[in-house]
Nanobody
C-alpha cells in the first residue's frame, strides 16, 4: 500500500503565503505524477496543480502566477508554495499521486487525507 501524508495547512490572512507538503511512502516502485486538488464547501474537487516525472507542470488558471508546485523525487515529496492568497483559495487541499507499486504494473491513484487552508482576515 501507499500512504500520502500532507502538512502545512492553516489559517492565513489575505495576501499571505503557505507551503504545503505531501510525502508518499509505502510500496513505491516509481511515481509518475504528483499534484494537488482542492475542494471548497459545497463545491467539487478541482485540480490546482500537477507535476509529472519529466518535470512538466500544469496549473489551474485561478492560481497561475501565485502558486508553484515542486517535487523532490529522492524524498517522494511534492510541495505547493502558495503566495498572494485570496479568500477564494479557502478549501481542503488534497495531495494525489500516480504510483507504480511494482515492475510491469500500471499506476494507481492515491490520495492524502486533506489539509485545511483558510484565508481570512
Amino acid at each position: 500500500q501507499v500512504q500520502l501524508v500532507e502538512s502545512g495547512g492553516g489559517l492565513v490572512q489575505p495576501g499571505g503565503s503557505l507551503r504545503l507538503s505531501c510525502a508518499a511512502s509505502g510500496s513505491i516502485f516509481s511515481i509518475y505524477a504528483m499534484g494537488w486538488y482542492r475542494q471548497a464547501p459545497g463545491k467539487r474537487r478541482d485540480l490546482v496543480a500537477v507535476t509529472v516525472s519529466g518535470g512538466s507542470t500544469n496549473y489551474a488558471d485561478s492560481v497561475k502566477g501565485r502558486f508553484t508546485i515542486s517535487r523532490d523525487n529522492a524524498k517522494n515529496t511534492v510541495y505547493l508554495q502558495m503566495n498572494s492568497l485570496k479568500q477564494e483559495d479557502t478549501a481542503v487541499y488534497y495531495c494525489t499521486a500516480e504510483v507504480v507499486t511494482g515492475r510491469g504494473l500500471l499506476p494507481d491513484d492515491y490520495w492524502g487525507q486533506g489539509t485545511q487552508v483558510t484565508v481570512s482576515s
